[in-house]
């Protein structure tokens, strides 16, 4: 059964850095573009960023130059480097992973961001 676990998310105060990563388990194909999203209160869900297997990068506009996102391919592991975090960055994280063989969508359950001073 493939999993997908987030971690590293917290409090932190504005112009403060976290690390989230997110580590997809329990499959026997290997999973192609991996991607963080979040949903802040009231709001819909969006990417945040993006990378395929062979390391493209999207970002959404408004983490362009603040965030950093990579991944461990050996590992099945993602990561969100976030710097320069504002309060406006205060968001339930998501992580999502495309397994390939199966061609499915998974995501984890989330993890909490807050920028708060």
């Known amino acids: 059964q493939v999993q997908v676990v987030e971690s590293g998310g917290g409090l932190v105060q504005p112009g403060g850095s976290l690390l989230l990563s997110c580590a997809a388990s329990g499959s026997i194909f290997s999973f192609g573009t991996m991607a963080w999203y979040r949903q802040a209160p009231g709001k819909q869900r969006e990417m945040v960023a993006q990378i395929t297997r062979s390391g493209t990068l999207i970002y959404a506009d408004s983490v362009k130059g603040r965030f950093t996102i990579s991944r461990d391919n050996a590992k099945n592991t993602v990561y969100l480097q976030m710097n320069s975090l504002q309060p406006e960055d205060t968001a339930v994280y998501y992580c999502?992973?495309?397994?390939?063989?199966?061609?499915?969508?998974?995501w984890g359950q989330g993890t909490q961001v807050t920028v708060s001073s």
């Open positions: 999502n992973a495309y397994q390939l063989g199966e061609n499915r969508y998974y």
